[in-house]
């Protein structure tokens, strides 16, 4: 599998002079998602007017984050920091009481080494109330890959089975004391298992709880439970995990947290491709069926009903050709949704390729173009945006896919393009929500067939670069 | 370390790269982790730039963390000369990297020996200065650098223009309404028979900056930009500046009497007869203030904040030009708080200097003015309190860049300002239809609102009373009862504890 990987799959890696979003910008659907946390961003007036700027109107709905902007004295020390972050938590805890504190480190308190980690157990311990602690900083991270840092941190305070158990009924409790005590593999191979003793499935990625229902009901028809979702609703509600849990994401910007459900939590990963795209979605239920032992039913015919909907879409995007200039880590998993549509995917820019954790995206995406016998993209990681926009005029692609900052003037150079950070905003996993990514993707395409008859493609003057 | 939700003015970096990417063909680099390159977004979604953002990052990652920069910046800087071919290329360092302390003074050093473009670094500290400090520092620091350098090279020229002519100083990217400012300031400039010599940093050529010293004097519309540059090219120069801003009609005659001024010594110019015509007949802000729709705002009453030039004039407008009573007079702009007082001194009932949005979310809940006249952030606040909100400063959203024209300042500045208050109040006659029929709108009354945190019972027939009474006051009618009330040592509200409360309070 990894030989033909290396054989066909171009992998390249440039300056990483590109724009993306801070990772920070992850509070902004997470506190939404976990309805009972408060989110802490421990940083400088920079990251707070970013989360502003960003995050534009859910600013005034009485957001459940705020930050702990640091000023002069904190850089130079002379203040105390576990005196100050105590002085905040506790006001929080007092106007807002939430269930969690999420402490968010950034640049900042990189640079200063400031021991978020050893501050929390001992303030956790004064305050009672959990803290986890997050590093989603720009020196490391980009944008989506903030998520991966939160859940991963979250992944530790998942509860055991041990745990667990005092909280459930003695039946179970013997349940489960005897599954624990079972050798993986032999659950995995034991036929003889009933329906009920399938091993625990947890997914983690956070999505719209619409979302992770429709996903939920998705496996529930190929008799597969899902014990738990990381992250849950609430942070009271985090999954049991310990050995014998497998574990699937997805989206494909947890490889930490995958890292983590692995080695610390000692739980099987179930590599897959994921769930965008209804090719993509069947893969992945196809992957988990097999881990499983079960025999997927009726999932082709979905998948080519769904195909079928999104026909009067697919017809719009049909031999056009796309450019990705990379910046949420989507991309890989866009793009082989994009070719299965019969574009022609020129470039995949990407801030960073675990081949590893994507292994089996990658391949999905190998096959997807052999099939579609279009050209293998090239993959670029670290992407350096000057140079994607001088191959963007060489090329002229129908449709680039691009960050904030090159949409409008791109646009001016009558290059259709598609703002990226949509993707991670908008519902696209599933077979359900199918057809909103392809709202999404047409919808420049829609709108420029509309106007194309004015003349008006070219709005900036000659001498402009 | 700070709690904060909110701020009005952004980070020292933002600033400076307003001021950059203004001028034409300069560019900056900033030294910043991965991410910090958002005010390309901004500039990009805010002001529907057709161009590229003039700025990139130097990324600070790990490895720079490990081992300091090295090369990456000198590399990454005479990579653009060769790519862009820029006249002057600014370094700016971010909050996190004047933590690190590098000397990127010495990497400009480095830098510009094999550039052909100009380089410096911005100077300015990040944990002392806000956006707008930095933007006027890092203005003054250009034109010092050119300035300098124009007659070090013996280029620099200070003939005065033959005809009158000025300078426009401050005009720059991301400014509330400073593109339609701008136009109108020519435009009244045209008007006097004044040339503008250049205008700066919007749309100028650091190349030009040399020619700075042949305007007979400066303008500076905004207090927040411009005013160092303008008081350095009077010490270098001793060319007068105008830092009155146009706007309003008092202050913009105010404004063109000082032009006069400076203009007399040449030449015996009087304006006041164009001042007249123009406020009396142009200008339509002094019949609107005495028709008698205006009436019905006298004595009306609004909170105003903003930044220090918008909020002094806004509050100057209202009460000396529109008779309406400013409760509230604030400004964000700590850093000027003595210049704000003297300015709204007489004008207003209280002043408000914080940039805490909390404390100006309470001021406003507690006064509970009929309109308000702010940022984004008192549009937001007035929704919630249900009261209208006329934005009248930075910061601001997509929508406070229109495409129409719709300058604040100068003439046609008046007559936008004039429409802006109107539209904000409640009109006239709906006001009195509203009181007579006992409204017309149906919502229940909320029993709860911010300031007040009341342990009284409202009867049923209280809170039915209640709402007949029109929206606009009602808060203040339910206040005022809850308080009598509570004085009375009263726990259930009926009507005859309203109307009691109403006429202790007429006594």
């Given at each position: 599998?990894?030989?033909?990987?290396?054989?066909?799959?171009?992998?390249?890696?440039?300056?990483?002079?590109?724009?993306?979003f801070?990772?920070?910008?992850?509070?902004?659907?997470?506190?939404q998602?976990?309805?009972?946390?408060?989110?802490?961003?421990?940083?400088?007036?920079?990251?707070?007017?970013?989360?502003?700027?960003?995050m534009?109107?859910?600013?005034?709905?009485?957001?459940?984050?705020?930050?702990?902007?640091?000023?002069?004295?904190?850089?130079?020390?002379?203040?105390?920091?576990?005196?100050?972050?105590?002085?905040?938590?506790?006001?929080?805890?007092?106007?807002?009481?939430?269930?969690?504190?999420?402490?968010?480190?950034?640049?900042?308190?990189?640079?200063?080494?400031?021991?978020?980690?050893?501050?929390?157990?001992?303030?956790?311990?004064?305050?009672?109330?959990?803290?986890?602690?997050?590093?989603?900083?720009?020196?490391?991270?980009?944008?989506?890959?903030?998520?991966?840092?939160?859940?991963?941190?979250?992944?530790?305070?998942?509860?055991?089975?041990?745990?667990?158990?005092?909280?459930?009924?003695?039946?179970?409790?013997?349940?489960?004391?005897?599954?624990?005590?079972?050798?993986?593999?032999?659950?995995?191979?034991?036929?003889?298992?009933?329906?009920?003793?399938?091993?625990?499935?947890?997914?983690?990625?956070?999505?719209?709880?619409?979302?992770?229902?429709?996903?939920?009901?998705?496996?529930?028809?190929?008799?597969?439970?899902?014990?738990?979702?990381?992250?849950?609703?609430?942070?009271?509600?985090?999954?049991?995990?310990?050995?014998?849990?497998?574990?699937?994401?997805?989206?494909?910007?947890?490889?930490?947290?995958?890292t983590?459900?692995?080695?610390?939590?000692?739980?099987?990963?179930?590599?897959?491709?994921?769930?965008?795209?209804?090719?993509?979605?069947?893969?992945?239920?196809?992957?988990?069926?097999?881990?499983?032992?079960?025999?997927?039913?009726?999932?082709?015919?979905?998948?080519?009903?769904?195909?079928?909907?999104?026909?009067?879409?697919?017809?719009?995007?049909?031999?056009?050709?796309?450019?990705?200039?990379?910046?949420?880590?989507?991309?890989?998993?866009?793009?082989?949704?994009?070719?299965?549509?019969?574009?022609?995917?020129?470039?995949?820019?990407?801030?960073?390729?675990?081949?590893?954790f994507?292994?089996?995206?990658?391949?999905?995406?190998e096959k997807?173009?052999?099939?579609?016998?279009?050209?293998?993209?090239?993959?670029?990681?670290?992407?350096?945006?000057?140079?994607?926009?001088?191959?963007?005029?060489?090329?002229?692609?129908?449709?680039?896919?691009?960050?904030?900052?090159?949409?409008?003037?791109?646009?001016?150079?009558?290059?259709?393009?598609?703002?990226?950070?949509?993707?991670?905003?908008?519902?696209?996993?599933?077979?359900?929500?199918?057809?909103?990514?392809?709202?999404?993707?047409?919808?420049?395409?829609?709108?420029?067939?509309?106007?194309?008859?004015?003349?008006?493609?070219?709005l900036?003057?000659?001498?402009?670069? | 370390?700070?709690?904060?939700?909110?701020?009005?003015?952004?980070?020292?970096?933002?600033?400076?790269?307003?001021?950059?990417?203004?001028?034409?063909?300069?560019?900056?680099?900033?030294?910043?982790?991965?991410?910090?390159?958002?005010?390309?977004?901004?500039?990009?979604?805010?002001?529907?730039?057709?161009?590229?953002?003039?700025?990139?990052?130097?990324?600070?990652?790990?490895?720079?963390?490990?081992r300091?920069?090295?090369?990456?910046?000198?590399?990454?800087?005479?990579?653009?000369?060769?790519?862009?071919?820029?006249?002057?290329?600014?370094?700016?360092?971010?909050?996190?990297?004047?933590?690190?302390?590098?000397?990127?003074?010495?990497?400009?050093?480095?830098?510009?020996?094999?550039?052909?473009?100009?380089?410096?670094?911005?100077?300015?500290?990040?944990?002392?200065?806000?956006?707008?400090?930095?933007?006027?520092r890092?203005?003054?620091?250009?034109?010092?650098f050119y300035?300098?350098?124009?007659?070090?090279?013996?280029?620099?020229s200070?003939?005065?223009?033959?005809?009158?002519?000025?300078?426009?100083?401050?005009i720059?990217?991301?400014?509330?309404?400073?593109?339609?400012?701008?136009?109108?300031?020519?435009?009244?400039?045209?008007d006097?028979?004044?040339?503008?010599?250049?205008?700066?940093?919007?749309?100028?050529?650091?190349?030009?900056?040399?020619?700075?010293?042949?305007?007979?004097?400066?303008?500076?519309?905004?207090?927040?930009v411009?005013?160092?540059?303008?008081?350095?090219?009077?010490?270098?120069?001793?060319?007068?500046?105008?830092?009155?801003?146009p706007?309003?009609l008092?202050?913009?005659?105010?404004?063109?009497?000082?032009i006069?001024?400076?203009?007399?010594?040449?030449?015996?110019?009087?304006?006041?007869?164009?001042?007249?015509?123009?406020?009396?007949?142009?200008?339509?802000?002094?019949?609107?203030?005495?028709?008698?729709?205006?009436?019905?705002?006298?004595?009306?009453?609004?909170?105003?904040?903003?930044?220090?030039?918008?909020?002094?004039?806004?509050?100057?407008?209202?009460?000396?030009?529109?008779?309406?009573?400013?409760?509230?007079?604030?400004?964000?702009?700590?850093?000027?708080?003595?210049?704000?007082?003297?300015?709204?001194?007489?004008?207003c009932?209280?002043?408000?200097?914080?940039?805490?949005?909390?404390?100006?979310?309470?001021?406003?809940?507690?006064?509970?003015?009929?309109?308000?006249?702010?940022?984004?952030?008192?549009?937001?606040?007035?929704?919630?309190?249900?009261?209208?909100?006329?934005?009248?400063?930075?910061?601001?959203?997509?929508?406070?860049?229109?495409?129409?024209?719709?300058?604040?300042?100068?003439?046609?500045?008046?007559?936008?300002?004039?429409?802006?208050?109107?539209?904000?109040?409640?009109?006239?006659?709906?006001?009195?239809?509203?009181?007579?029929?006992?409204?017309?709108?149906?919502?229940?009354?909320?029993?709860?609102?911010?300031?007040?945190?009341?342990?009284?019972?409202?009867?049923?027939?209280?809170?039915?009373?209640?709402?007949?009474?029109?929206?606009?006051?009602?808060?203040?009618?339910?206040?005022?009862?809850?308080?009598?009330?509570?004085?009375?040592?009263?726990?259930?509200?009926?009507?005859?504890?309203?109307?009691?409360?109403?006429?202790?309070?007429?006594?």
């Amino acid at each position: 599998m990894s030989n033909s990987l290396n054989d066909n799959l171009i992998f390249e890696c440039e300056t990483g002079n590109y724009h993306t979003f801070c990772p920070i910008s992850c509070v902004a659907w997470l506190y939404q998602k976990i309805e009972d946390s408060f989110f802490l961003v421990i940083g400088t007036k920079t990251c707070g007017y970013f989360l502003q700027n960003a995050m534009g109107v859910m600013i005034f709905a009485e957001p459940r984050y705020a930050m702990a902007e640091l000023e002069e004295s904190d850089i130079s020390a002379q203040l105390n920091d576990y005196k100050e972050l105590k002085r905040l938590c506790l006001q929080i805890k007092q106007d807002r009481n939430p269930s969690v504190i999420v402490w968010i480190g950034t640049c900042t308190t990189e640079i200063i080494k400031m021991d978020l980690e050893g501050m929390a157990p001992k303030l956790e311990l004064e305050l009672q109330i959990p803290i986890v602690v997050a590093r989603a900083n720009g020196l490391d991270y980009a944008f989506t890959q903030g998520e991966d840092t939160v859940l991963a941190a979250m992944a530790h305070r998942c509860p055991n089975s041990d745990e667990s158990n005092k909280k459930i009924s003695n039946s179970s409790l013997l349940d489960n004391l005897f599954k624990s005590t079972l050798a993986l593999s032999k659950i995995n191979n034991n036929k003889s298992i009933k329906k009920s003793q399938q091993p625990p499935l947890v997914l983690f990625g956070s999505i719209p709880s619409i979302v992770a229902n429709q996903l939920t009901m998705e496996l529930k028809k190929q008799d597969i439970e899902v014990a738990g979702w990381l992250p849950s609703q609430h942070y009271s509600e985090l999954p049991v995990l310990h050995e014998g849990v497998f574990v699937c994401g997805i989206n494909p910007f947890l490889s930490r947290t995958a890292t983590t459900l692995m080695r610390r939590k000692k739980c099987q990963l179930i590599g897959a491709p994921f769930p965008i795209g209804p090719d993509g979605t069947r893969a992945w239920i196809e992957k988990i069926c097999k881990v499983f032992n079960k025999i997927p039913k009726d999932l082709e015919e979905r998948e080519a009903l769904v195909w079928e909907q999104l026909e009067d879409y697919v017809k719009l995007l049909r031999n056009k050709s796309v450019f990705f200039m990379g910046d949420n880590l989507l991309e890989i998993s866009l793009a082989r949704f994009l070719v299965k549509c019969g574009m022609i995917v020129y470039e995949i820019g990407i801030p960073y390729m675990d081949k590893r954790f994507q292994s089996a995206e990658l391949v999905l995406l190998e096959k997807t173009c052999v099939e579609m016998n279009v050209p293998i993209p090239r993959i670029v990681e670290k992407p350096d945006n000057y140079n994607q926009i001088q191959r963007i005029r060489e090329l002229q692609p129908d449709l680039a896919i691009t960050g904030l900052a090159h949409a409008n003037p791109l646009e001016a150079r009558n290059i259709t393009t598609k703002w990226s950070v949509e993707f991670t905003f908008a519902q696209i996993h599933g077979f359900t929500n199918a057809r909103d990514l392809l709202e999404l993707v047409t919808r420049p395409l829609r709108r420029n067939q509309n106007l194309k008859h004015l003349g008006w493609s070219q709005l900036v003057n000659s001498q402009s670069k | 370390m700070k709690l904060a939700y909110w701020m009005y003015a952004g980070p020292a970096h933002i600033g400076t790269l307003r001021v950059a990417s203004s001028f034409k063909n300069v560019h900056a680099i900033m030294h910043a982790p991965l991410g910090d390159d958002y005010f390309n977004v901004m500039r990009s979604m805010l002001e529907r730039e057709r161009d590229f953002t003039p700025v990139t990052a130097s990324i600070v990652d790990r490895h720079v963390l490990a081992r300091g920069s090295q090369e990456k910046v000198v590399e990454n800087i005479t990579r653009k000369d060769k790519e862009e071919n820029p006249d002057l290329i600014l370094l700016t360092p971010t909050c996190t990297s004047s933590i690190l302390q590098e000397d990127l003074q010495n990497f400009v050093d480095r830098a510009s020996l094999e550039s052909n473009s100009d380089v410096i670094l911005a100077d300015v500290n990040h944990y002392r200065v806000n956006e707008l400090q930095a933007a006027d520092r890092t203005l003054e620091q250009i034109v010092r650098f050119y300035i300098e350098k124009g007659r070090k090279d013996g280029l620099l020229s200070q003939d005065k223009t033959l005809s009158p002519s000025a300078n426009i100083i401050g005009i720059f990217t991301l400014g509330f309404h400073n593109q339609h400012d701008c136009r109108e300031l020519k435009r009244l400039l045209n008007d006097l028979s004044i040339k503008v010599n250049e205008v700066i940093p919007e749309g100028g050529f650091v190349e030009n900056i040399k020619k700075l010293p042949k305007a007979w004097f400066n303008i500076v519309p905004y207090r927040e930009v411009g005013l160092m540059t303008a008081i350095y090219l009077e010490q270098e120069f001793k060319m007068p500046y105008i830092s009155t801003t146009p706007m309003g009609l008092v202050e913009t005659a105010q404004f063109i009497r000082e032009i006069a001024n400076i203009l007399q010594e040449n030449s015996s110019i009087n304006f006041e007869k164009y001042v007249d015509n123009q406020t009396r007949f142009v200008s339509q802000a002094a019949w609107f203030s005495r028709s008698i729709d205006c009436q019905n705002l006298t004595g009306k009453k609004a909170v105003v904040f903003g930044d220090a030039t918008h909020s002094a004039s806004m509050t100057k407008i209202l009460s000396r030009e529109m008779g309406i009573r400013v409760c509230c007079s604030g400004t964000y702009c700590k850093h000027d708080a003595d210049w704000f007082r003297e300015q709204v001194q007489g004008f207003c009932d209280e002043i408000l200097i914080t940039d805490d949005h909390t404390q100006v979310g309470n001021k406003i809940a507690e006064l509970e003015p009929a309109a308000i006249f702010g940022t984004q952030m008192e549009r937001h606040i007035g929704k919630r309190l249900d009261v209208p909100c006329g934005v009248i400063s930075a910061p601001v959203h997509i929508q406070n860049f229109p495409l129409g024209y719709r300058p604040f300042l100068g003439y046609e500045g008046t007559n936008q300002i004039a429409d802006l208050v109107y539209n904000s109040f409640t009109l006239g006659m709906e006001d009195h239809l509203l009181e007579i029929f006992g409204g017309h709108d149906v919502k229940t009354v909320i029993t709860k609102s911010l300031s007040t945190n009341s342990s009284l019972n409202w009867s049923t027939s209280a809170i039915s009373e209640l709402n007949k009474i029109p929206g606009f006051v009602r808060n203040r009618v339910k206040r005022n009862t809850e308080k009598f009330a509570r004085d009375q040592g009263l726990v259930e509200i009926t009507i005859e504890v309203m109307y009691a409360a109403k006429e202790a309070l007429a006594g």
